[in-house]
């Protein structure tokens, strides 16, 4: 059963820069053996990860040279490679050696996240698992903006210049599922104006209103973004 209702302290989506993701380094509650990241950036996150668990080797891919440097010195392996043109064998990659993938803020960048994730599913082990995180297209303030004629691309955030994919929550489980996984936590920073005592509610944004909506509702217009735990699943 899909754990949806744990709400993160954050309002809005961090520019992370060379900020690891302590969101996602939380969600790493037991001690992995072999990590992949894709999308490592500078190393961050995984140098935090190999500080929560000094044992654990610690692969990055990232296709942007310019932190590879910093990586570098952070993690045992960094591939610089853009993953959707070079497949992973490539690079001596051997199936099913990592117990856990992290893909954060990397999905919505890709032409072809099912692919990619239907990659990966052969370099989990039978129990491994992807930690994913992933901005939320339903969340109520860009619902406003849109109603506004307003839909601006930015630097950061929801709609960053360069995301190519954006993805509800029902897309986001689809996706997992389809390409061979079984969500099992669904997390997410959450706008505090959904918050109710009572459920279902109503919510007023002066323009329109939520009518009687649920909790499960009024959580998926409140997350910005939803952090995803996923295990691997072999068809039978």
């Not at 190999?50 to 570098?72: E, H, M, R, W």
């Not at 610089?80 to 990592?98: W, Y």
């Not at 509800?168 to 969500?183: D, S």
Request: proline content about 4%; hydrophobic content about 40%.
């Amino acid at each position: 059963m899909i754990d949806y209702y744990s709400p993160l302290k954050s309002e809005r989506i961090a520019e992370y820069g060379d900020n690891p993701r302590t969101e996602i380094v939380d969600l790493v509650r037991e001690a992995p053996e072999n990590v992949f990241e894709i999308g490592c950036g500078s190393g961050a996150t995984g140098m935090a990860i190999k500080q929560k668990f000094p044992k654990v080797t610690y692969i990055g891919l990232d296709s942007n040279g310019d932190s590879i440097d910093i990586a570098q010195s952070r993690l045992d392996r960094v591939i610089v490679s853009d993953i959707e043109k070079v497949p992973l064998d490539t690079f001596g990659l051997e199936k099913e050696c990592f117990d856990l993938i992290i893909c954060a803020d990397i999905l919505e960048h890709l032409y072809d996240p099912w692919k990619v994730l239907h990659c990966l599913h052969d370099y989990l082990t039978t129990d491994g698992k992807i930690i994913a995180s992933i901005p939320n297209v339903q969340y109520i303030n860009h619902i406003i903006n849109f109603m506004h004629g307003k839909w601006k691309y930015d630097d950061n955030g929801l709609l960053d210049a360069t995301h190519i994919r954006f993805f509800t929550l029902n897309e986001i489980v689809k996706m997992f599922t389809g390409t061979g996984y079984n969500i099992i936590h669904c997390s997410g920073a959450t706008n505090p104006k959904l918050n109710s005592d009572t459920w279902p509610s109503d919510f007023d944004f002066g323009k329109f209103v939520l009518k009687n909506i649920t909790r499960e509702e009024a959580f998926r217009f409140s997350v910005l973004q939803y952090l995803i735990i996923a295990e691997r699943v072999d068809s039978e």
